[in-house]
């Protein structure tokens, strides 16, 4: 088997296009050399022809360059073929030891829940610290165990992950797959929203659809994914806006009224309209405003913004007013 060959077939494997029998040989390979099949996906072109000369001649030492017997012909076929037998199901058990314990004695994840009114702060065995936002579940082991620290998120998160190069972070959002080794982030997937959202603070972050790189971003990029046609966009963003949830205090630097109500919204679970669109636009860059008290800040924001806010009888707010100059 060739270089190419070596290749072509890495390829096909982090396509999903190999046999069960070839993706026991490229696991093999890839765990005999301590890496991932992420990690081949996010090789650039040096790296992977470093890797797969590791790899290459590794497999002639073994194949190529095996001894030659000399025997009788019918008799060397069925031997070399009941050793070859014997070699692959040892190594296969060998290789599947870890696969097989895991599904022997699976693990048992800790669910972390938070009602509408509510956030939690979740401290993992590795040392990291996730905030959970209102309305949201965070599924995890109490201590990471494999050779990859994975978690499973409904809802928003904001995730400060202590670095660990031997461990890769992983966040499971439905089919978006979320890798990091050490970073913060936040990730925001609601069951009733369209779009899975991850929006890096610091370091750098790997998503992916199933096996499907969606790109890497670092701080203040975002990535949107659409989970109804499968696409995505990369965006540029103002991270501080995007986690004011997870603070104590509100910043509101260049924004509308319109964004702030949607953060005011989604951090205090109530609706809030516009009786005039005007409003909606208006533009403000506005301080630390305490973010305890919903009637507080829309006082302030009201104040720059040349509007008044009510509260109607079915729980939410509508704005009204003027509008900024």
Not at 39 to 53: F, I, P, S, V, Y
Not at 145 to 165: C, M, Q, S
Not at 222 to 247: E, F, G
Request: positive net charge; hydrophobic residues 40%; glycine residues 6%.
């Amino acid at each position: 088997m060739g270089r190419q060959d070596i290749s072509s077939l890495l390829e096909r494997y982090a396509n999903g296009a190999t046999s069960a029998a070839e993706n026991l040989r490229v696991e093999s390979w890839l765990a005999d050399h301590q890496n991932s099949e992420n990690q081949w996906e996010l090789m650039d072109t040096a790296g992977r022809e470093q890797w797969l000369g590791q790899v290459f001649a590794d497999v002639e030492l073994t194949i190529d360059n095996s001894p030659v017997i000399t025997m009788r012909p019918r008799r060397t076929l069925w031997r070399v073929a009941a050793i070859a037998a014997m070699l692959l199901i040892f190594l296969g058990l060998f290789w599947q030891r870890a696969t097989l314990q895991n599904w022997l004695t699976p693990t048992q994840l800790t669910a972390m829940q938070t009602a509408a009114n509510q956030k939690k702060v979740v401290l993992l065995s590795d040392g990291s610290k996730i905030w959970l936002n209102a309305g949201s579940e965070l599924k995890y082991p109490e201590k990471f165990n494999g050779t990859t620290r994975e978690v499973f998120l409904t809802g928003e998160a904001y995730f400060d992950i202590k670095h660990d190069a031997s461990k890769a972070f992983i966040v499971h959002t439905g089919s978006l797959i979320t890798t990091v080794l050490g970073t913060a982030f936040d990730i925001k997937a609601n069951k009733t929203d369209r779009l899975i959202i991850v929006t890096v603070t610091r370091g750098k972050v790997s998503v992916s659809e199933g096996k499907r790189l969606l790109g890497l971003i670092t701080p203040n990029q975002q990535i949107s994914y659409n989970k109804q046609n499968k696409l995505h966009v990369q965006t540029a963003v103002d991270a501080r806006q995007v986690i004011a949830w997870q603070s104590a205090e509100l910043r509101f630097e260049d924004i509308t009224f319109q964004e702030a109500a949607k953060i005011l919204s989604e951090r205090f679970n109530v609706k809030i309209t516009f009786n005039n669109d005007k409003i909606k636009a208006c533009r403000f860059s506005g301080s630390a405003l305490s973010g305890k008290n919903l009637d507080q800040v829309l006082t302030v924001i009201c104040a720059f913004n040349n509007a008044r806010y009510n509260h109607n009888q079915d729980g939410s707010i509508s704005i009204d007013g003027k509008g900024c100059n």
